[in-house]
């Protein structure tokens, strides 16, 4: 008795259903001596009876071919000595069971009742006949019995409940990961505003691109949107809620670009007292957004080559690798096939940033986006200063629709910018708000008056006029220099990379 207290002690510490088994059938061998036990489970559908680890023995449990059906119909046990099984010799799963049985043993199947007088398994006992025969008025067996399925039906039932709330974790983890993804399909479409089919067709790429891990380049005018499509694929991919970490290559000084994208330690050079976490480090899990990709000095393109190959890099003043698993998204408006033709831009590198390809049109290839545009434009402004600009004429409409944009969608914002402080509240913006005075970046009749006929007159903001008057001489220079920067930025007496600042800051396209 005392050692069936004890089994039965040792028994309801297991948290594992199948070690539980594997301890109780052990204990019965070893305590009844005999020659094996087995626990026969229902599987999850209720449809069949299985051994565990023994993809052999299954029954079926409508199959009355072998007793186990007759003993869950019955809910009484049956004892099988040898002679009796000849007659439970149809069902090959259980004749493999029977052949277990001598002449001198007996086999016992029994059901396994748990607390709501539910059968919740069937035990299968093999050994002498006076030991199988015993058991049927073994109290102890009975009390062990009892035990087990106790404690088997407990683990189970807390299995069960953990698996829903794993389930339940998975569901919310699923809603959520859809919330995210529909909520940055929401934001895309308000901020890659436009329904012209090559705005449809641009958005069904980013999600295609976003769905995968390749390198993706985009390409399109200066103004486009370009930085618009690259956090829309970041915002789409399976690294949404890392970082997105973007750089503007061209407006950082070469020398200073190279420390921004890897960082540095303490000591690596004059001014570094402390250390710094590079932008590369910054974007691991995420995505780093190199815009004006073009611009990346020749030296830098070999070490970001790198980088993109083996996600390992150098902070400057280190002798330790480091690495970052990022996404890479770059953009230009050059040409930067052309630049690797002229020997600016490297070809290997060029080929590793070309995997997936974005071209985002330019406004005047989608003018009647105009409309909804300067819509969003005007409830932006209106939202910015309190203020009630009830929309565009039609007339308004109309003349945005002529005009011709080379700063593309940034230039129609400022312009509809500029018209709003032009109109009173709660009526239409007109066509009158847009001639009175031109923002920088509208290729119109402002410039003639600033540059040719010096009449200054109009001129009542300074910064503007001298702006306007500074990007006229540029692009001017330009296009005498057939678009050739380093000559322009030479005969300007300008570095180049200070003049390709300035045309990105006036917005001045060469086509």
Known sequence: MQQWLHCISALINYRDRVKLTEFYNTTLKQELVLTASYIVYPTEDGRALSVADNTDWVWDVNDFDHPFSHVLQQASLILLDHNRLVYWQQNKAFKQLADLVDINSSLLISP???SHKQIAAIQILIGKQDIINGLLTDDNWHEFSDAFVAQWTLLKDMDMQNSHKQQLSDSIVRLKAQQQEKN????????????????????????????????????????????????????????????????????????????????????????????????????????????????????????????????????????????????????????????????GFRQDLYYRIYQYPLLVPNLNSRLNDIDELATYFIHQYNDREQRNILGLSLSALNKLKSLDYPGNVRELRSLIEFACVQTQCDVLIEKSAFITKLPLGIKMEVEKLVT????????????????IYEKA??????????GDRAKAAASLGLPKRTLAHKCQKLEIQIR
Request: one cysteine or more; charged letters at 20%; aromatic letters at 6%.
């Open 112 to 114: 396994l009742f748990n």
């Open 473 to 482: 001489i540029i692009r001017n220079r330009l296009e005498q220099y057939n």
């Open 452 to 467: 040719n006929d010096n009449d200054f007159s109009m001129i009542n903001d300074l910064r503007t006029a001298l702006e």
């Open 184 to 343: 940055a399909w929401l934001d895309m479409a308000c901020k890659l505003i436009g329904n012209s089919a090559v705005m449809e067709q641009l958005r069904e790429q980013i999600a295609i691109a976003a769905s995968s891990n390749l390198t993706v380049f985009v390409q399109g005018e200066t103004g486009s949107g370009k930085e618009l499509v690259a956090k829309a694929v970041h915002s789409l991919s399976s690294r949404r809620n890392k970082s997105f970490v973007a750089i503007n290559c061209a407006a950082i000084p070469e020398n200073l670009l190279e420390s921004e994208l890897f960082g540095y330690e303490k000591g690596a050079f004059t001014g570094a007292l402390t250390s710094r976490k590079g932008l590369i480090a910054q974007a691991d899990g995420g995505s780093l957004f190199l815009d004006e990709m073009g611009e990346l000095p020749f030296a830098l393109q070999a070490k970001l080559l790198r980088v993109l190959e083996t996600c390992q890099y150098r902070p400057l003043g280190s002798n330790k690798e480091q690495s970052s698993n990022f996404r890479l998204i770059a953009a230009t408006h050059v040409n930067l096939r052309q630049s690797v033709n002229d020997g």
